[in-house]
């Protein structure tokens, strides 16, 4: 049965203002939504509050489809999460036994194939606190195959890539999206593939 | 012999100390050796504390080394407030633990000594509780060296530590002087006397000029360690910047 | 996931920055502080000392966990973890855990060290030590209730130790009085004790879940 995450009437309240509202909108499975807008009007809001992160003041949004596991997400924000002290293998390593038993992916145990595939694999025992904005935004990438997820919540995904960096994030995303995955992207710039729908908030009625 | 300013090159250093460092030890060892002989065998035995006055040839020399070590220290934060003198950081970063262990050594000779007449391990004696404070004041030293990533910046932040505390110890010490003997009769650890009979000076100085090759000797060991230390964090900015993006300034030593 | 989570904790608080060497200095410096104000008397001081030495166990506690969920509050850590649909209340268990093995654990056995400094006999060192081993876990879990409530908070670290401070009050007492208890006979050492390690395993049923709570409520 296709996955869809489906969205009606979503609105939100931050801090006593309105952010956002009636916000609707369909997402099947192969598909990538983007949500586009000024800075302010809530990109990362309507991301937060699909993550779960944040109550939605109105309206509601549900995963259609698949099994109980479907329901799980994995979310790219602005915070990279990473530790500074701890070296990459470290690092994948924690969030590795994070995610849960059956929806983690066979990887070898020292993570070189995950590394390898965002094009780290000579940082692995580097400290993060030496990497770079666009090698922890790598890092960040390879946390999200560390376990099979249908929905990828990203958030100004391509901030801090290079040409390469953004290749990779295309090639990632085409992965996913032709397992079935969908993926919902708030963004300033173009995304390396092409998005099937797209979400300006912000805009005056 | 090169000067101050040739050795702030690291390179030069390590070269330097390379040559230096066995001589240095050769020297520590034979003073240890004539210094353990006379304090043990030759020098005499307290009329009132028997030989546990022996003690007094390891305490003294650590306690008076634990200062010594800390007015380095001191100086070397001037170095590298005052003058930049690259190296200065590292003498500071790598003589603290040395004279953390100085100081430790003297509270744990004096409280051995002291047990025997005070009938417990610590009688919160004025100067011993001093090199108390001291001690704490290096272990800060030490975890505020360990608490920054960037190794020059925490030479700059430890070295204002190091000068405030400079300014402290002798009103720590006064203070301290003043608590005890609001309650106690002044310390029993004198040695000897308001003069030192020769027989017991003599050994005690052998024993500190022992100990001052034996801390140099390990000051040139912790030094090169750390200078080795900021290379390979160097060296691992430099693999990361050669995956083709910038990294942060690397500082390399 | 919890183990992951413990190990982690335990990693970066011992790594340079980490809270396990402070903790352990603070610890020391608070006994070492007492005396100052007390005055140099031994015999006063060793009747003080288990008291002394649980009361500086309780502030290095506090004041260590300050930071325990604040930085992954602020690194998008937290975020990670709610999302990942594993439950929270492992992750909150782990943190304490964590940092009782880097800083509580150490506390406890420089204890009776310190126990030296304030002239213990060697009973009531083992005393001491014993009850700070039971007593220690559930400081540090109430304290993680703490943290969580004041992890959205830039200055939270003192709060947190307030707010916790009261609720540690019967750990306190329970731990001073089996110590007393274990050093003079006629005074009850045993049923000071159950009572210390039915505090611990509560705490140790409840705070996780409450921690937990906290930081979800936090999230806005």
């Known amino acids: 049965m296709p996955l869809a995450l489906e969205a009606t009437d979503l609105a939100c309240i931050r801090g006593g203002r309105l952010v956002f509202s009636g916000v609707s909108f369909r997402v099947e499975g192969g598909q990538v939504l983007a949500v586009t807008g000024a800075n302010g ?163 005056e009625p | 012999m090169p000067t101050l300013t040739e050795l702030a090159n690291p390179t030069r250093f390590l070269a330097f100390s390379a040559r230096v460092q066995p001589w240095l030890w050769a020297l520590a060892v034979a003073l240890f050796a004539i210094g353990l002989y006379l304090s043990l065998f030759v020098a005499p035995a307290d009329y ?131 608590w005890n003997t609001l309650h106690q009769p002044a310390s029993i650890l004198r040695i000897g006397g308001p003069s030192i009979h020769p027989t017991m000076l003599y050994p005690l100085l052998v024993m500190l000029a022992a100990f001052a090759a034996l801390f140099a000797s390990l000051l040139f060991t912790t030094m090169r360690a750390e200078i080795y230390r900021r290379r390979i964090r160097a060296a691992e900015m430099m693999a990361a910047q050669s995956m083709g993006i910038h990294t942060r300034s690397a500082e390399a030593v | 996931m919890f183990l992951g989570v413990t190990g982690q904790t335990l990693r970066l608080g011992v790594r340079a920055g980490g809270s396990a060497i402070v903790g352990l200095i603070f610890f020391l410096a608070v006994v070492t502080v007492i005396p100052f104000g007390v005055g140099p008397d031994l015999k006063l001081l060793a009747r003080i000392g288990p008291a002394v030495l649980w009361i500086a166990a309780l502030l290095a506690s506090l004041l260590g966990l300050e930071r325990l969920f604040g930085a992954d509050r602020e690194d998008g850590t937290l975020d990670l973890v709610i999302v990942s649909g594993e439950p929270l209340v492992l992750y909150a268990l782990g943190r304490a855990a964590g940092h009782w093995i880097a800083t509580g654990l150490p506390i406890v056995i420089a204890a009776p060290v310190l126990g030296l400094l304030l002239d213990l006999k060697p009973r009531a060192m083992g005393a001491v030590a014993l009850t700070l081993f039971v007593g220690s876990p559930a400081l ?59 505090l611990a395993l509560g705490s140790l049923a409840l705070a996780p879940v409450a921690a937990a709570v906290a930081l979800k409520l936090s999230l806005e």
């Open chain 1, 41 to 203: 009007s809530g990109k990362s809001s309507l991301l937060r509050l699909i993550a779960g992160l944040l109550r939605p003041s109105g309206g509601s949004f549900r995963v259609q489809g698949g099994t109980e596991d479907d329901g799980a997400i994995h979310y790219l924000g602005h915070a990279d999460a990473l530790k500074p002290a701890l070296t990459l293998r470290e690092t994948l390593r924690f969030w590795s036994k994070v995610y849960r038993q059956q929806g983690r992916v066979a990887l070898d145990p020292d993570f070189d194939e995950a590394a390898e595939k965002v094009g780290l694999i000579h940082a692995l025992d580097l400290t993060v606190g030496v990497l770079s904005a666009g090698q922890r935004r790598r890092a960040g990438f390879a946390r999200l195959l560390l376990s099979p997820r249908p929905l990828w919540l990203l958030d100004e995904p391509t901030s801090s890539l290079d040409r390469d960096g953004e290749a990779l994030l295309g090639s990632l995303m085409r992965g996913h999206l032709s397992g079935g995955g969908m993926v919902v992207a708030a963004t300033h710039q173009d995304l390396p593939i092409e998005a099937h729908a797209t979400i300006h908030l912000g805009e």
């Open chain 2, 48 to 178: 009132q504390q028997g030989d546990s006055v022996r003690i007094m040839y390891v305490h003294v020399p650590a306690a008076i080394l634990a200062i010594g070590c800390y007015l380095l220290m001191a100086i070397a934060a001037l170095g590298t407030l005052v003058w930049r003198h690259p190296l200065a950081d590292v003498a500071a970063r790598s003589a603290a633990p040395l004279g953390a262990a100085f100081t430790f050594l003297g509270l744990v000779t004096g409280s051995i000594w002291g047990k025997p007449m005070w009938g417990a391990w610590w009688v919160w004696d004025a100067r011993l509780t001093s090199f108390l404070v001291l001690f704490i004041m290096y272990l800060g030293l030490i975890a505020l060296w360990r608490a920054f990533d960037d190794p020059a910046r925490a030479g700059r932040v430890a070295a204002i530590l190091v000068l405030v505390g400079t300014i402290n110890i002798p009103i720590i010490k006064f203070s301290v002087e003043w």
């Open chain 3, 140 to 198: 540090t879990l109430i304290g993680s209730v703490g943290a969580a409530l004041t992890a959205g908070l830039p200055r939270g670290g003192l709060l947190s130790a307030v707010l916790v401070l009261p609720l540690t009050v019967p750990v306190l007492i329970f731990g001073v009085l089996a110590t007393y208890g274990a050093i003079s006979e006629p005074e009850p050492f045993l049923s000071p004790l159950l009572l210390l390690c039915s």
